[in-house]
């Protein structure tokens, strides 16, 4: 419709200029001082009552008609012109569209003209954009899928293949010595005992990491909590001849938590510590309060984390330096523990020097009021 409007009035303007033209140069024009009588133009003068009363001149009859002629001509070339200049917007545009369907989604339609034109092609670069980034996650999530498999695969195949090696030990022998075979079920329920952590891992992970459960939030003495956290499993810092201290620098430090989820955090980061910093001999557990947060220190002294792998602890199945890793986990214990943290408001941090590898906890303070609960 505005291609037409435009050629339309390119048109008038044409027939118009044709006539102004023809009256400046005087062609097919009369004017009226002219030489010729009345009764010569007599014939056309009710043909020209206007231009005559208007300009004093009268008009040679094919004049109108040429001017018309000349009026079509510009509108027709005019319209022919805009609809050509939009015939290969539209090609092209068709062009790149079929480009994206055959799987292109790099390319991207030009936005210059600020037209219906210019908004169709943002329209259809933004549903480009939203296909390409739907594309890339669908990509991620696959190799997110093809990466749990192979972990989960590879880590669970060398416990399970103990458990069943020991106890198909323990049944093909029936005159074992009993020391022998209870070395045997006990190295079985031990390694039975690693599997059951990696499939809590891989729960914890998947429901911290991919649901929306709302965290059930309560008032907690975070103090008391890690002090109980470490009372549980000082059998496990028996068995493994580590001394453990817990320097408090307060009583009390209230955070709002769901206790069921932050004790995930500390027992992976405990349990991370355990299994990386037995040779040291001990853990190092500190509190560090302000008015705001506060930061929960985990310190082991075993084996460095290298500077190159620090960056990637937290990223969900890595596992820094195969010399660190000893099998026992899908590595997800730290990812879930960030997660956790981050849902609670805080962040998780690790260094790792000489001095002993540090994980750290910052959280926030509760507020005045709310719900205490008692962790028992």
């Not at 008609?65 to 050509?84: D, K, R, S, Y």
């Not at 103090?223 to 001394?243: A, C, H, R, S, W």
């Not at 453990?244 to 206790?259: G, H, L, N, Q, W």
Request: net charge negative; aromatic share 8%; proline share 3%.
């Amino acid at each position: 419709m505005l291609y037409t409007l435009i050629s339309f009035a390119a048109g008038v303007i044409a027939f118009a200029v044709t006539i102004a033209g023809a009256v400046e140069f005087g062609i097919l024009v009369m004017k009226q001082d002219g030489r010729l009588p009345d009764s010569a133009i007599r014939p056309i003068a009710g043909q020209n009552d206007f231009f005559y009363r208007m300009l004093g001149i009268r008009l040679d009859p094919v004049l109108p008609g040429i001017a018309v002629i000349i009026g079509v001509l510009v509108f027709l070339l005019v319209f022919w012109l805009l609809t050509n200049r939009m015939s290969r917007k539209v090609r092209k545009m068709a062009e790149d569209v079929a480009d994206m369907a055959m799987g292109n989604l790099d390319i991207r339609l030009s936005t210059d003209q600020k037209d219906e034109f210019g908004r169709i092609a943002f329209s259809i670069n933004q549903l480009a954009e939203t296909i390409n980034t739907s594309r890339e996650r669908a990509e991620e999530a696959e190799k997110m899928k093809n990466t749990l498999i192979t972990s989960v695969a590879h880590d669970l195949r060398t416990p399970l293949t103990s458990v069943i090696g020991y106890l198909d030990l323990v049944r093909s022998d029936p005159d074992m010595a009993p020391e022998q075979r209870s070395k045997c079920l006990s190295i079985a329920g031990n390694k039975a005992g690693q599997l059951k952590n990696m499939i809590d891992d891989l729960f914890s992970f998947s429901t911290s990491a991919y649901t929306e459960t709302p965290l059930d939030l309560k008032k907690v003495n975070v103090i008391t909590f890690l002090g109980q956290v470490l009372d549980e499993m000082y059998p496990v810092f028996e068995e493994n001849d580590l001394k453990v201290t817990f320097e408090k620098d307060a009583a009390v430090y209230e955070i709002m938590a769901d206790s069921g989820q932050l004790v995930r955090v500390f027992e992976n980061l405990l349990g991370n510590a355990v299994r990386y910093g037995k040779n040291g001999k001990r853990i190092r557990v500190f509190t560090r309060s302000a008015p705001d947060q506060i930061q929960l220190h985990i310190i082991n002294f075993g084996v460095i984390i290298s500077a190159e792998d620090l960056p990637y602890i937290f990223d969900k199945f890595y596992k820094a330096d195969r010399s660190r890793s000893s099998g026992q986990g899908a590595g997800l214990g730290l990812a879930i523990a960030k997660s956790i943290t981050l849902r609670h408001g805080g962040s998780i941090t690790a260094s790792s020097s000489f001095e002993g590898t540090d994980f750290c906890v910052t959280l926030p303070a509760a507020p005045a009021g709310g719900q205490e609960e008692d962790r028992s």
